[in-house]
């Protein structure tokens, strides 16, 4: 069955280090992807998405490409702040069915350091 | 701004009594989602509306049940809430697959 598997947390940076979160999944046929994040006590945000492989979804200085050939949608960006600090979620949607039902990694919990 | 909105934010209930949650959504979405989240895991589906049709994923308890009224709104039911349904429960839609989800803030629900 489709999955995503995340690496583990948390992830610990200084602030303006580069942030790598690594993402990748399993799934027939072709899925889109996803990042979402999470403040604590909050829902889930979208944060950005790609929904076919080679895209980059970017957003708030957050990037991520579909890499088909790796299964993999890996989290960056090159200089975090404090106010990054969440747990970010890699989700995939399943689009064999008509309602696209998300599937979730694990999270992962970042906390940035001033 | 369109957004999907739950209600209550915090909900305490004992243990046994019945609870409803409610999720409300200006979007005209035509899916409806119900995620539980438990501290420190990942939102996990219970089930989901298309339009009327009720999706129930396999592994859901019978405790929990689901009501979609109209487009707007959809409530989650648990009839006899156990201490290990205290989480946070997550109300999201969506117009259409590839599209993402729209999430609301979430409810947490206490069971003492």
């Known amino acids: 069955g489709n999955s995503v598997t995340q690496m583990e947390g948390p992830v610990t940076l200084s602030e303006e280090a580069f942030l790598t979160i690594n993402c990748t999944y399993t799934?027939?046929?072709?899925?889109?992807l996803f990042w979402y994040v999470q403040y604590p006590g909050e829902g889930l945000q979208l944060l950005l998405k790609a929904t076919k492989a080679d895209d980059k979804g970017s957003n708030k200085g957050f990037e991520a490409t579909y890499r088909k050939e790796t299964t993999s949608f890996h989290l960056e960006k090159g200089s975090v702040q404090v106010s990054d600090s969440a747990v970010y979620f890699c989700?995939?949607?399943?689009?064999?069915?008509?309602?696209?039902?998300?599937?979730f990694g694990q999270g992962t919990t970042l906390q940035v350091k001033p | 701004d369109a957004m999907v909105i739950q209600n209550p934010r915090y909900q305490v209930t004992q243990f046994g009594k019945p609870v409803t949650l409610s999720c409300s959504q200006t979007?005209?979405?035509?899916?409806m989602y119900w995620y539980q989240q438990k501290s420190s895991q990942a939102p996990k589906l219970l089930f989901h509306y298309y339009d009327k049709d009720f999706n129930n994923e396999a592994d859901t308890p019978d405790n929990f049940q689901s009501r979609r009224p109209n487009t707007s709104f959809c409530f989650l039911d648990i009839r006899s809430p156990g201490l290990g349904d205290a989480a946070m429960y997550l109300c999201?839609?969506?117009?259409?697959?590839?599209?993402?989800?729209?999430f609301g803030s979430g409810t947490r629900l206490t069971v003492v």
């Open positions: 999201a839609t969506s117009a259409a697959q590839g599209y993402g989800y729209t």
């Open positions: 799934a027939t046929g072709y899925p889109s």
């Open positions: 979007l005209n979405h035509n899916v």
């Open positions: 989700a995939l949607s399943d689009n064999s069915s008509n309602t696209g039902k998300l599937i």
